[in-house]
């Protein structure tokens, strides 16, 4: 498969698996602000790795991993509806704090902006 195609779908996918996330009614899910990091898919699209970051931390991000894993079905379902692929992927959910990493690399620039 060509890189621009491959690149096109896995984008694709972290779209849809955005507006998703935004349906889902999970409270472990909905309590806490979570947005896509990362969309990392195999090369003959069974499987996609898919990396979460909360504004509330790694242990939200976690929380939010464990409620997206147990809807992970629906969302493998809902990502076959929504795209027209051969193999729709199945998603595995990796908690990381890449959101709140760069929050904290933002406020350390700002410190030494003011120097």
């Known amino acids: 498969m060509p890189g621009h195609k ?3 779908i896995t984008e694709d996918i972290r779209r849809e698996l955005t507006a998703i996330l935004r349906e889902l009614k999970d409270p472990r899910v909905t309590q806490s602000m979570i947005s896509i990091v990362k969309v990392d898919v195999s090369k003959d699209l069974s499987f996609c790795k898919v990396y979460v970051s909360a504004m509330g931390g790694l242990e939200r991000a976690k929380e939010a991993v464990l409620g997206l894993k147990a809807a992970a079905g629906f969302i493998r379902h809902e990502l076959g509806e929504r795209l ?5 992927p199945a998603p595995a959910f990796f908690a990381t704090d890449s959101i709140e990493y760069s929050a904290d690399l933002f406020k350390k620039l700002d410190k030494l902006k003011d120097f």
């Open 6 to 8: 491959f690149e096109r």
């Open 84 to 88: 027209n692929l051969r193999n729709t």
